[in-house]
């Protein structure tokens, strides 16, 4: 079982930063494929981006050359660097886990909200 503990997330204006950080519990977190998502009011949850047990990134194309993934295995915590920010990235942001090694698993974070709003 893995859990997942978000924070960083707040009210800040256009243009602004945040870096969300999300640490997870148990010993397996270096083999686990890490992600951040959002879900905007309305609207359904999105992946924002991802980071393989590896260190591949991707990226959806909405924040691409603006925010940057990226984990620390020894302290088992994944972040996620919010450039630019714009009014549209304003969202829930939950972390999301992996476990490709069989037996599957997902797991998920409460979220932690981000407000980009002057």
């Known amino acids: 079982q893995v859990q997942l503990v978000e924070s960083g997330g707040g009210l800040v204006q256009p243009g602004g930063s945040l870096r969300l950080s999300c640490v997870a519990s148990g010993s397996i977190f270096s083999s686990l494929h890490m992600g951040w998502y959002r879900q905007a009011p309305g609207g359904e949850r999105e992946l924002v981006a991802r980071?393989?047990?590896?260190?591949?990134?991707n990226y959806a194309d909405s924040v691409k050359g603006r925010f940057t993934i990226s984990r620390d295995n020894a302290g088992k915590t994944v972040y996620l660097q919010m450039n630019s920010l714009k009014p549209e990235d304003t969202a829930v942001y939950y972390c999301?886990?992996?476990?490709?090694?069989?037996?599957?698993?997902?797991?998920w974070g409460q979220g932690t909200q981000v407000t980009v709003s002057s």
């Open positions: 999301n886990a992996r476990k490709w090694i069989p037996p599957t698993a997902a797991y």
């Open positions: 980071i393989f047990s590896g260190g591949q990134t």
